[in-house]
C-alpha cells in the first residue's frame, strides 16, 4: 500500500533492530519513502522540514502510521515488533489527536499493540505534562515506549526518570565521538557507564546509526541490548522479499570474546608482580611490622602510587604514605584532597568486599581517585595484626 500526501507518494520502509543476545532480527524501524509524480526519489526534508499547519501534521502522521501498519502484514513475522514515530505536534495536541484514531487503527488491522513500539523524540515544544500523558495513553494501551534520540538535542536523564521508557535509543552522535577516542579507553567507559545507568533506570538500550565494524565493536562492548544501522541491515521497501538477515554476529562475538580475554590477561599480567609485593607486605603486617617498612618494597614500584591503612568501620588509620615518584608530581590543585587521615571510605566497593572476604586480595577495575584525581586500581586486604582487624590498601597509577 502506499499513500498519498498532496502531490507526494508516501511508501514503507523497513530498517531492521537486532539483539545482540539473540543475534536475530527482533523488530523493524518504519521510515517513510517518497517519490513525486514521476517516480523520482524525494528527501524526507522536503515532507517533514516544512513549516506546516498542526492539522496538516497530525494528518500526515495518522497517514504514515497507517501505510506502515497495513504493510508490515506483509513481513511474515508474528513476534517482532514494529517501531513507529509519533510527531511532537500530534503529541502537543493531545489526546484527540492520536487517542481514538489509534486505538481505532489497531483494531482494524487486527495487530496487537504489545507488538507496537512508539518512538518519542524529546522536542522543546512538547510540554512535559502532555508528553506524560502520551506516554500513560500508549502504556495503556499496551504498547512499548522508546525515546530516540537519547544524547542530540534536547534529551535528558530527568524525563528517562519520569517517563520510564522500555526502550531508549543512543543517538549516533555516542558512536562518533568515539570513534574519534578509539584508542582511549576512558572515554570508550564512559559509553558503558550511560547504559548502565539506563539499565538501572529500568530501560533497554539500543544503538542506533551503526555503519562499520569498529562501530559495531563498540556497541557490544558497552553492552547495549540492541543494534540497528547500515552496517546491520539497510531500510528495504521490497516487503514481500526483505533482504537477507545479517549474519555475521558470531565473527563479531568471537573477536569480542577474543580481545576480552587477551585484555584480561594482559591486566593480571601487569598487576602480578604488585599482587606478591602487596601480599609480603600483609605478611609483615601481620608478623608485626610498621607500616612503612612492611609497604617499603611497595612503595619503590613504578606503578603504585599511595598505601594506607583502614579499620573495619571504612575509617582510615593514620596518614597516606605517598611514593617519592608521586609525590614530586602531586598537582597542586587538588592539595584540598591530600589529607586523608579519618576519611571514611566504607562507600568504596573495594573495601566492603575486602571487609566480606577475609585474607583474599582484592582487585578493583579502572576507576577515578579522589585522592589524587587520577586513574587507579586499588588492592586491598582485611587480615589481623596485632593491634586488631584491618585493611591494607595499595592504589596503582593506571
Known sequence: MTGKFNTLNLMTALQPIYSLAHK????HEALVRIQDQGGVPVSPAILFDQERSATEVIHLDRLCRFIHLHNYRLINTPINWLFLNVSPVTISSGRKAYG????????????????????IVENPI????????????????????????????HSNFDRIWSLQPDIVKLDRSFLSFLVQADRN??????????????????????MEGVET???????????????????FGRPFTNLKQPPPAFNGFNGLLADFKSESHSSEKKFRQRIRTYRTLFERAVS?????????TACRDLLSTIDVVRCYCIDT???????????????AMRDKRFKPLEDAKSADW??????????????QIQVTRPYLSIAGAHMCVTLSMKFTCPDGDCILCCDLKF
Open 284 to 292: 609483615m603486617f601481620k608478623a608485626g611490622s610498621a607500616m612503612d
Open 100 to 119: 481514538a484514531y489509534f486505538n481505532e487503527l489497531l483494531k482494524f488491522h487486527d495487530f496487537p499493540p504489545h507488538r507496537i513500539v512508539i518512538e
Open 185 to 206: 579507553p576512558e572515554i570508550r567507559q564512559i559509553l558503558s557507564g550511560i547504559v548502565t545507568l539506563l539499565h538501572q533506570a529500568g530501560a533497554l538500550v539500543l
Open 24 to 27: 536475530r532480527v527482533v523488530g
Open 126 to 153: 512538547v510540554e512535559n505534562g502532555l508528553l506524560m500523558e502520551t506516554v500513560a495513553f500508549f502504556k495503556e494501551l499496551g504498547c512499548l515506549i522508546a525515546i530516540d534520540d537519547f544524547g542530540a538535542g
Open 213 to 231: 565494524r569498529d562501530q559495531a565493536m563498540i556497541a557490544i562492548e558497552s553492552d547495549v541490548d540492541f543494534v540497528q544501522g547500515f552496517f
Open 313 to 327: 568501620e571504612g575509617i582510615q588509620i593514620g596518614q597516606t604514605l605517598v611514593t617519592a615518584k608521586y609525590d
Open 346 to 359: 566504607f562507600r568504596r566497593h573495594y573495601l566492603r568486599r575486602a571487609i566480606y572476604h577475609p585474607d
